[in-house]
C-alpha cells in the first residue's frame, strides 16, 4: 500500500530521500502490480467521452506481465548461487531463517527481486525474541526446538524504511524507522467496532549500552482528527551491540537510504506500450463493422436531416428516386501506424530490458545478440558482486548476535555462478573443408575469395 493512502499519522517524519522517490516507487510498484485498481490514472478519461465507453476502455484494457516477467528473470539468474560454509547455527535452521518457514536461498532471491525493482532493500538480523539467563538455558531450549532463541532474517522493502539518521556522511546509521504488515489485519476479520490498522511500526537505535527495538501500533480513536492515535506495543533492549544489525541491499552499493532505481526506464516503456496498445485495440473496435451510408435522401421540409434507419434480418429500406444505400468500410488508415508504434515499443522494451534473445522481436543480427547479451551479463555481474557482499555482512551480523566465529572462507562466502547469456559462436570450416565445397560446385570462386581474404586479414585479388 502506497504510503500516502495509508490510514492515520506516521510515527516519524519520511525522509526526505524517501519522500523524493516515493512518485518513482509508486510508479514501478503499479507497474509490478499489473496496475490493478489503477488503470484510471494512466487511462484517463477523454473529453466529453461516454461514460460507459469509457469504462468499456478500461475494461477492455489489460496490461500484460512483461515488466515483472523481466525482472524476475535477471533475479532468477542470480539464483543460481552456493555458499561455502555457514555458522552452525544458521545451518541449522536454513529452511526457516526468517520463522515463517523461509529457505534461505528463497529469502536471498526475494531479496534479489525487490533490489532489482525498487533499487534498493533493507536486510535486517533481529536477535533471539527469547532470552535465557544462562546460556545452558538457551542450549536446552534449541535441543527443544525452539527457533524464538535464535536469530532471525527479516526483509523491507524500500518504500517501507521510513526514516533513519547518519552520524556523518560515510557512517552507518544509528536510528531506523520502519513499518511491517499487521499480521491481526491480515488473517482476522476486520471487526466494525474495533478496527485493525493494516501497519505497524518500529524503530531500532542505539544507545550507550546496546541496541533498543521499539514497536508502535495505531489503534482507533474516533475522537482523534485521523481516527487513529499512536499507542506502544512493545520496548527490547538488547545489550553488547554495538552496531545496527541492518543491511543495505542496493543495486549500485550506494550509500544507506540512497540508490537508483535501475529499471525506471523499463517502467515508462511499459506504461507507453499499456497506452498505445489500448488505443489500438480501440480504433480496432471503431473500426471492425461497416457503416451504411444513404445518399439522396432528404428529410421533411426540406431540412436535409433524415430519419434514422434501424437495420435487422428482415429490414427493408424505401428509398425515393435518385437515392442509394450501401455498406462503406472504414478505411482508418491509422491503424497501420498505431501497429508500426506499438512494435517499436515492444523492442524498445526487451531493449530496456536486456533481453537477448530475438523472441518475439524484430530479426537481430548475431553482432546486436552479443552486445546485448554482454550488457546484460556486465549488470547481472555487478549485481552478484552486491550479492557476495551482502551475504558477508549477514553471515558477520549473525554471528555477532549468537557469539559464534565467523567461518573462515576461501574467497567470498556467496558464490554467483552466472553463464554468459551470448550464444555459443558456431564452428567455422577449415580450409580444406571450403575447398571441397568450391570442388562440388556449392561455393563460388567469389565467395572463396572473400572468406579467404576475411581468413587472413586482407582484402581479396580481383580476378
Request: hydrophobic fraction near 40%.
Amino acid at each position: 500500500m502506497p504510503i500516502a493512502t495509508t490510514p492515520g499519522p506516521l510515527p516519524w517524519p519520511l525522509h526526505p530521500t524517501l519522500a523524493a522517490l516515493l512518485p518513482r516507487l509508486d510508479l514501478i510498484q503499479d507497474c509490478w502490480d499489473l496496475l490493478a485498481g489503477r488503470k484510471e490514472h494512466y487511462l484517463p478519461r477523454g473529453e466529453r467521452e461516454p461514460e460507459t465507453a469509457y469504462r468499456r476502455r478500461l475494461e477492455a484494457a489489460l496490461p500484460s506481465g512483461f515488466f515483472r516477467d523481466a525482472l524476475r528473470t535477471f533475479a532468477g539468474m542470480l539464483a543460481s548461487s552456493h555458499w561455502h560454509e555457514l555458522p552452525a547455527s544458521l545451518q541449522s535452521v536454513i529452511s526457516d531463517v526468517d520463522g515463517r518457514g523461509t529457505d534461505l536461498g528463497v529469502f536471498l532471491e526475494r531479496a534479489d527481486v525487490l533490489v532489482l525493482r525498487d533499487g534498493a532493500a533493507l536486510i535486517g538480523v533481529l536477535p533471539p525474541q527469547h532470552l535465557w539467563p544462562s546460556e545452558g538455558d538457551r542450549q536446552q531450549a534449541l535441543r527443544r526446538g525452539d527457533r524464538l532463541s535464535l536469530p532471525r532474517l527479516a526483509l523491507l522493502e524500500r518504500c517501507d524504511v521510513l526514516n533513519w539518521h547518519l552520524p556523518g556522511p560515510q557512517s552507518l546509521p544509528d536510528a531506523v524507522s520502519f513499518r511491517l504488515p499487521n499480521p491481526k489485519a491480515q488473517h482476522e476479520p476486520l471487526d466494525p467496532d474495533r478496527p485493525e490498522h493494516p501497519w505497524l511500526y518500529g524503530s531500532v537505535a542505539l544507545d550507550g549500552e546496546g541496541m533498543s527495538i521499539e514497536t508502535i501500533e495505531l489503534v482507533a480513536d474516533p475522537q482523534g482528527p485521523s481516527g487513529w492515535r499512536p499507542q506502544r506495543s512493545g520496548l527490547q533492549h538488547y545489550r553488547g551491540i554495538s552496531q545496527l544489525p541492518l543491511i543495505w541491499y542496493a543495486s549500485d552499493g550506494a550509500a544507506f537510504g540512497e540508490g537508483d532505481l535501475p529499471h525506471l526506464g523499463l517502467a515508462h516503456q511499459y506504461l507507453n506500450h499499456f497506452r498505445c496498445q489500448s488505443d489500438y485495440q480501440e480504433l480496432l473496435y471503431r473500426t471492425a463493422l461497416p457503416v451504411g451510408v444513404r445518399t439522396g435522401v432528404v428529410g421533411p421540409m426540406g431540412s436535409g436531416t433524415s430519419e434514422p434507419v434501424v437495420l435487422g434480418p428482415n429490414s427493408v429500406i424505401d428509398l425515393p428516386d435518385g437515392a442509394s444505400f450501401q455498406f462503406v468500410e472504414i478505411q482508418a488508415r491509422s491503424l497501420a501506424e498505431h501497429r508500426a508504434w506499438l512494435e517499436s515499443l515492444d523492442q524498445g522494451m526487451r531493449r530496456d530490458a536486456l533481453i537477448p534473445s530475438g523472441a518475439q522481436g524484430a530479426p537481430r543480427t548475431a553482432t546486436e545478440i552479443s552486445l546485448a547479451a554482454s550488457q546484460a551479463y556486465a549488470l547481472l555481474q555487478s549485481q552478484a558482486i552486491q550479492k557476495a557482499s551482502m551475504f558477508s555482512s549477514l553471515l558477520q551480523h549473525w554471528c555477532a548476535i549468537t557469539g559464534e566465529p565467523v567461518p573462515v572462507q576461501q574467497g567470498p562466502a556467496l558464490l554467483v555462478e552466472i553463464s554468459p547469456l551470448a550464444p555459443a559462436p558456431k564452428p567455422q570450416p577449415t580450409v580444406a573443408e571450403m575447398l571441397q565445397l568450391h570442388e562440388r560446385g556449392i561455393v563460388s570462386e567469389q565467395a572463396l575469395r572473400q572468406w579467404l581474404g576475411d581468413l587472413a586479414g586482407v582484402a581479396p585479388a580481383s580476378a
